[in-house]
């Protein structure tokens, strides 16, 4: 009978009461008002939920922390729990663990102020500082050293590092991807941390991007408030492009290029020329009397000279050129007047010796002897004009021969 008793006395199988049940209160939320803080939450790791009962983990925190301290028990997932205290010395008191029905617990505060940021796949020559001078020159504040990640079962490093830092109060979070120099270029890797979300990766702040961001400056106009992609600013005219991306000032893109510096002469004003002063210079060699012939034929050099000084090139480089082809004429031209001259000089001498000849002997050869005793041919008078004819001219007739001009030579030299 006692068996049967303790059978039919334990719950709604038997005819007994049963176990005496907790009055059910009509009030199903919070009557008070109370103060949920992120500060005052901790996570207890490791533990059941579906074998330990939230009343159960208030009853084990509440016996170090004190009774009412526990403000909210929320399930988490299937493996901890996230108790709210009423304050951050009883949360700081559970920090060391919990015994919860005859076992211990871990615990870690639910929001910390320091974050772990990694930086994925960055080459392995890139030093640790240039990490931690990037994040210090943003106001983050570093706390632990950088640590890289090794591939497992060995000592070998791949790419990924993270660091333990601490935000300040304008910083919610790091953009999605962090510059970072390599060589001569920049490059950019890709950025990860906790309760991360999208910033300006300009000013960091959550309420715009970076292509909208006020405080960007346009690399084409200088102005802020947009990229040099959005910009609207009047282009160049020649290279179309935007103001300080102008080429034009290089010198590349010029409507009129700025001509080169030719010398001129000084005294005719040209590129290249031949001036009286130059010719008088030749004359003044031994040949001071000209006649009208031989100012014609100089007047003629000096036209063939300007002639081929017309077109010149507007480069400097050919200036010398020029100048050197002029000299040749210069010399052309003296070496022609001092054959003008000797021919000149040949026609005086024959026409003072034809008051001594008879009119008969006036188209013949005079026979002349030198102090040798060789017989000298002096060509007639005809000869001597149809010879400077030829001279006008320009063209080629024949002579009376090379003997004549011989003769004609020495006679001048016994003279």
């Known amino acids: 009978m006692n068996g049967a008793n303790e059978y039919f006395g334990k719950g709604p199988q038997g005819f007994g009461k049963g176990p005496e049940k907790v009055p059910k209160s009509k009030e199903n939320y919070v009557m008070e008002i109370k103060r949920y803080s992120r500060d005052c939450t901790i996570r207890v790791i490791g533990i059941s939920t579906e074998n330990v009962q939230a009343i159960s983990v208030i009853r084990a925190i509440e016996h170090v922390t004190g009774l009412n301290s526990v403000l909210a028990v929320v399930k988490d997932d299937t493996s901890s729990y996230d108790v709210t205290l009423d304050s951050k010395s009883n949360a700081t008191k559970i920090l060391s663990g919990v015994e919860i029905l005859d076992k211990d617990y871990e615990c870690s505060l639910m929001y910390s102020d320091t974050t772990?940021?990694?930086?994925?796949?960055?080459?392995?020559?890139?030093?640790?500082?240039?990490?931690?001078?990037?994040?210090?020159?943003?106001?983050?504040?570093?706390?632990?050293?950088?640590?890289?990640?090794v591939v497992p079962g060995t000592q070998v490093a791949d790419g990924t590092r993270f660091v333990k830092c601490v935000f300040p109060p304008h910083i919610i979070a790091l953009p999605w991807s962090m510059p970072f120099k390599v060589g001569k270029n920049t490059k950019y890797y890709k950025c990860v941390h906790n309760n991360q979300t999208k910033v300006c990766s300009e000013c960091y702040s959550p309420e715009h991007v970076h292509k909208n961001c006020p405080y960007i400056i346009c690399g084409g106009c200088g102005e802020q408030g947009h990229v040099a992609r959005r910009c609207r600013a009047a282009k160049c005219e020649h290279c179309h492009e935007l103001p300080l991306k102008c080429k034009c000032k290089k010198g590349d893109n010029l409507k009129t290029r700025p001509q080169p510096i030719i010398a001129k002469c000084n005294v005719c004003d040209k590129i290249a020329c031949s001036c009286v002063?130059?010719?008088?210079?030749?004359?003044?060699?031994?040949?001071?009397?000209?006649?009208?012939?031989?100012?014609?034929?100089?007047?003629?050099?000096?036209?063939?000279?300007?002639?081929?000084?017309?077109?010149?090139p507007e480069s400097e480089?050919?200036?010398?050129?020029?100048?050197?082809?002029?000299?040749?004429?210069?010399?052309?031209?003296?070496?022609?007047?001092?054959?003008?001259?000797?021919?000149?000089?040949?026609?005086?001498?024959?026409?003072?010796?034809?008051?001594?000849?008879?009119?008969?002997?006036?188209?013949?050869?005079?026979?002349?002897?030198?102090?040798?005793?060789?017989?000298?041919?002096?060509?007639?008078?005809s000869a001597v004009e149809e010879e400077k004819k030829d001279e006008k001219t320009g063209k080629k007739v024949k002579r009376n021969g090379d003997s004549t001009l011989l003769g004609v030579k020495k006679l001048l030299m016994k003279i």
């Open 317 to 381: 480089g050919l200036v010398d050129d020029i100048h050197n082809n002029k000299n040749e004429l210069i010399v052309e031209a003296a070496v022609h007047m001092e054959n003008i001259v000797q021919h000149e000089t040949r026609k005086r001498k024959i026409a003072n010796s034809e008051d001594n000849c008879s009119e008969s002997d006036e188209n013949t050869d005079v026979d002349v002897k030198d102090d040798d005793g060789v017989d000298i041919s002096a060509p007639s008078v």
């Open 116 to 149: 772990v940021v990694s930086f994925m796949y960055i080459p392995a020559f890139i030093d640790d500082d240039d990490i931690i001078d990037m994040l210090r020159d943003r106001g983050i504040k570093i706390v632990s050293p950088v640590f890289r990640r």
């Open 277 to 312: 002063n130059e010719v008088n210079n030749v004359e003044a060699t031994g040949v001071n009397d000209m006649s009208t012939s031989q100012e014609e034929t100089n007047n003629e050099v000096s036209e063939q000279t300007e002639v081929k000084s017309v077109d010149v």
